[in-house]
């Protein structure tokens, strides 16, 4: 049984000329949803295997995402956003974090949905 302190994990990218974002969101249940980034109207993906959403989010928990934030978007951006009881642990960078976990946990969530950039 996941007893993860993470609730939902979000995750996407933004920016460029349009200013377009492509926003996720993984739940401790396993539902995959895309997330409308204006109106956070959720639609349903697919469900993922729990085993894989509980290493992901232990994975989280036991790196140091949960203590470290970035907050430098460049011109396009990438995040990853951590619900825990509805508190948001929000990191924004642009190109590759200097934090190697958070640019590993970000490839493996977006292997989750087969995002392209």
Not at 39 to 46: C, D, P, V, Y
Not at 93 to 116: F, H, R
Request: aromatic share 12%; hydrophobic share 35%; net charge negative.
């Amino acid at each position: 049984m996941n007893q993860s302190q993470i609730e939902e994990i979000g995750f996407g990218n933004g920016g460029g000329f349009t200013g377009a974002v492509t926003s996720y969101v993984l739940t401790k249940d396993g539902n995959l949803f895309s997330e409308n980034a204006f109106t956070e109207e959720r639609s349903l993906i697919k469900k993922i295997d729990t085993s894989v959403v509980d290493d992901l989010f232990q994975f989280a928990e036991s790196s140091d995402l949960l203590s470290f934030r970035i907050n430098k978007p460049g011109n396009t951006y990438k995040y990853v956003d951590f619900n825990i009881a509805g508190t948001h642990l929000k990191s924004v960078w642009t190109g590759k974090s200097e934090n190697k976990s958070l640019n590993l946990l970000y490839a493996q969530l977006k292997d989750l949905c087969q995002i392209k950039e």
